[in-house]
Structures are given as C-alpha cells and as structure tokens.
C-alpha cells in the first residue's frame, strides 16, 4: 500500500522548506551588505589617500624626518603594522574571542547562568548591540562590517559587563588593546576611559581608573597598560580628522572599525628593538635629545633616561662599537667614519629606584646628529 503524507506532516515540509529558504534569503541580504560596505569603504578610502596625497603635493603635509619602523628593524619584538613593542612570551589571550580546532573563532558573549548577553555597547550613550561585532575575530562567521556615515566628527563607543554577568566576566584580565580602522590615518583617539569594578560595591566605579588620551592618525595599533585590568568596563572616543565628504549638502564623516580587541598578554623583559640611522656624510656626533612616537603619543625625552645606546657596527646580531651621546653639557666626538650608525631600543623600560614598569609601543623615533657640523634630524 502506497503511504500517503497526511496534512500536518506537508505542513512540516513546507513549513521546514519556507525556513532554509528564508535563512539562504538573510545570508544573500548579509553577503549584499557587507559587500556594499566593502565598496564604500574602498571609495572614502581612495578619497582620504587622494585628499592625503593633494595636501603633500601643495606643501602643507609633509615629514621625511621620521624614522618608522619598517623592514629593517632587528632585535628581540612583536610588529603590528608598523609598530613595535615588547615580544610576546607566548600567544596573547583574546578574551572575548574562543580559538576553535577548525580555524575559526567563537565570541564569548553569554553566561551558563543567563540567557542575556555578558557585553552591554552603547554608541554615543545609546544602547547599540551591532557595534559588538567590532570585538568579534575576522574569522567569526557571525562577524558584520561595521561603517557608518556620521553627522558629526566624533563618536562615542562603550562596553560594559551586564550587571547580571559581573562575576563571570568581570574575572577576566587584559593589559593590551588592539585597534584596527578601516581607514589608516583618519581617526584620532581622542580618549581612552578604563574602568573597574568597585571593591565595595561590586558596582563599576563611576571615575576611570586608567585614561589614555591623544593617540593621533591611528593605524594598526596596540596599547600596552602597565598592569592587568580586570575587564569591566572600557569607553572609546574617537574623532574623524581632517576627513568629510558631502551627501545632498550635509558633511558626513565616514568610520569604521575592522576590530577593537582586549588581550591579556604577558612579555619577554629583555624585548628591544635594533634600527639603522643613516647618513650622507661621516657622524660627528650623536645627541642625547630624542623624541619618541608611541601609542601613547610624542614623547620629548632622552636617550639616556629610555637607556637607549648607539653602536657603529652590527653584525651577526651582535652590537660592536660603542658610541656615547653629547649633550650642552659634554661632547663625545665619533672617531670612527661611518656613515650609518645602529641605537639599541629597549622596549620594556623598568626604574630602578621608584620600581615603575612602562612598555612601549613605538611608530617612530627622531635622533640628532651632526655630520660636518650641520645638524640633522633623521
């Protein structure tokens, strides 16, 4: 006898088919979207660096003077972009983001005792869930672009515990955060607000323990903290800088963020980096005045106090040649001629006497040097 489907199990059917059917509809929307994002942040993308390249062209932008850290850094780091900072002693902890065996990640955002989220994000104090993705791995399959057109040049992010979840997540450490924009260059931190959780209270304190402030044309960066912070709550304030475009006559500011994540990371003390300093004509001098670009911003300070140290020879990773620095107060003429010189960069600065720890995560370094008795900055 031939079975017959009676109607409760068409029903299933159709009912099963209409599902996948509106699942592969959601995934084509989400494919659609995301591409359109791409293509938009490609088109601001090519008007900034155009934008950039006009300005270079007209002579309002322009600094040669900068030693960035490029291809020919040596020494004991990590790069990300193109700053170093203090090696890795092992694989940094994401701690929001699940490292899975097939590749791929999963983000960690709900507890075993509540179905409701761990994560709160709020945009310019207004509740925004979508701006969570900006913490999900690339690799998340769940992840979405996340770019808008502002109305305004500054933008306001924050994630908090869920007051329900503080236990569980409030645990976890972080001392670094990684930043990566969809356009290098065109935003600034404006201020970085860190907070923790009230011992008294357990509530999060209602003043930042921690604020970082003024990291300009960020790129790919990692900030470094001096001690671990138990995750609670983290407030991110951004400006678009010197970057608008026009729709039917209102400015709109583009941003966008590939992602912000919170590592909890732990470093190799003796982390240094090693760069070449050329020059035209044979050193004379090299001067203890330096100026160090950091994640933190421009730092006006001196070789001697980072215990930074320039060699005239550097061969199979050994340093030879020692050279000193000359200030107003004494000079230290180079015997040898050379043309190119090496500076020793320690990464991990530690005072002996107050015991205070400071890691740096460096873009750049300016030192002064004469040659022939013409002074120069490199």
Known sequence: MKYTLNSQEY???????????????????????????????INYANEFINNKVDRINAGIYYNNKLKVFDQEVSGSFNQYGYMVHPKFKSDPIDIFNLKLSDGNTMFKNSSSESSNNTLICHVD????????????????????IIFDELIKPEIKISYEINSENKISLGTMRFNMIEIDPYISGAYDIT????????????????????????????GKTR????????????????????FA??????????????????????????????????????????????????????????????????????????????????????????VKNTKVLYAKIPLLWFNDITKEKKYLSLTGILFNYTTEENIFLL
Do not use: W
Not at 130 to 144: G, Q, R
Not at 196 to 216: C, K, Q, W
Not at 259 to 271: Q, R, T, V
């Open 125 to 144: 104090d207004v509740e925004n869930e979508l701006y969570i993705d900006i913490l999900k791995n690339e690799t998340s399959t769940s992840k979405e």
């Open 11 to 41: 029903n299933d059917i159709f009912k099963d088919a209409q599902e996948k059917f509106d699942l592969e509809m959601l995934k084509r929307e989400k494919t659609i979207a995301n591409m359109n994002k791409k293509l938009m942040i």
């Open 191 to 218: 201020k970085i607000e860190i907070f923790t959780l009230d011992t008294t209270t357990a509530d999060i304190a209602a003043t930042p323990t921690h604020i970082i402030e003024g990291i300009e044309n960020i």
């Open 245 to 334: 475009s026009e729709i039917n006559n209102i400015k709109i500011y583009p941003f966008g963020l590939k992602h912000i994540h919170f590592f909890e990371a732990n470093f190799l003390e003796d982390s240094c980096a090693i760069v070449p300093i050329y020059a035209n004509d044979y050193f004379e001098y090299i001067y203890n005045d330096i100026t160090l670009y950091s994640a933190l911003g421009k730092i006006e300070t001196t070789a001697d106090y980072y215990n930074i140290e320039f060699y005239t020879d550097y061969e199979n990773n050994t340093l030879t040649g020692k050279v000193y620095t000359s200030s107003d107060a004494q000079s230290y003429r180079i």
């Open 223 to 242: 900030i470094i903290l001096d001690e671990k912070v138990k995750f609670s709550k983290v407030v991110f304030t951004f400006s678009i800088k010197d």
